[in-house]
């Protein structure tokens, strides 16, 4: 707790996104709220940053509080786009209580504003109410939903990451928003647990097949290992190795729309990352591709010579697919 009622959000910072064709300036917050009601994702680690304890009024305090925090900490004025994250779903009353939305919706009002949250927290009369306060005309679409969809594929996005939703829900949940107006942002997830490099890559590509006229904006996470999650676990036995940048810049250079990617933690053991030589000109094509359009950058870094790529192919080639029990 700080002095005059503050209280800082878990994260928050500014940056810039391609949005609607053109770079626009953003400011991300991820608040510290009641928790993710299904708190079960396999490499999720902010399912464990949650207040515990706390009645709906009290927990509405504290989240206003950090959102004042951070419009007090930048030129409100000067951000295009406002990215809302919780541990879980912006929409789900629970985790964030109405007074919050109201809050949001006067201190951003005249923002984009992207709000992430599960499927079923989609509601029209949600959405519709929320539109009413952040919308003074300027944007034809002043909100959107951001899903983390991870993967079309029910299978994979049950057994390696326990999602607890299936691509008909998420659906579902696209038709509601698109009555209200609202837009949808997909995000997908490169190699979640127990896939080879080759099944990881494959997944991308049909999935971004199976978005396509479906959402209107998608971005692809690189699996990152968090700290204190079961991913971790996997990963320090050595049983999981997130994806070469090898293979997420062929996934951007070959998909059939623009695809946002930022990876974190790129170039990094726990991150995205090649043999350490390379890894630095392509995060740098891929962002640069990210915040352009620009494909070619990414024709071009994957004509890099490196020793590394060899490796990549032999593992593209010889990587066998861990054996998944079909039941439980």
Known sequence: MLANDEEKPLAFWQGSDRHEGREQKTLTIILKSGGCSWNRCLMCS???????????????????????FVTRAVRIEEIEVVKLYTSGSFFD???????????????????????????????EEILGDFI????????????????????????????????GFSFADFNRAVGAA??????????????????????????????????????????????????GTDMERYWKQ????????????????TAPM???????????SRGAHNCGECDKEIIDAIKFYSLSGDRSVLSAVSKMECPCREEWAAVLDQEMPWCMPLTR
């Open 258 to 268: 623009e695809v946002l990617c930022d990876p974190l933690g790129g170039g990094q």
């Open 178 to 227: 698109r009555n209200t107006g609202t837009g949808i942002k997909a995000y997908l997830l490169m190699k979640p647990l127990f896939l080879t490099e080759k099944e990881a890559m494959a997944d991308m590509k049909q999935s971004l097949s199976d978005l396509s006229g479906i959402a209107d904006i998608i971005s692809m996470n690189t699996c990152t290992v968090q700290r």
């Open 238 to 253: 050595g049983a999981y190795r997130p994806p070469y940048l090898w293979s997420v810049a062929d996934v951007l250079a």
């Open 93 to 123: 009353e629970n985790e964030v209580p109405s007074a919050v939305l109201e809050e949001a919706g006067t201190l951003f009002r005249g923002k984009i504003i992207i709000a992430e949250t599960r499927p079923e927290y989609v509601h």
């Open 46 to 68: 902010y399912r464990h940053e949650r207040y515990t304890g706390l009645l709906a009024d009290e927990l509405a305090i504290r989240l206003i509080r950090q959102l004042r």
């Open 132 to 163: 009413t306060r952040i919308d003074d005309g300027t944007h034809e679409k002043p909100l959107y939903v951001a899903i983390g969809l991870e993967t079309t594929n029910d299978q994979v996005r049950e057994k390696s990451i326990d999602k």
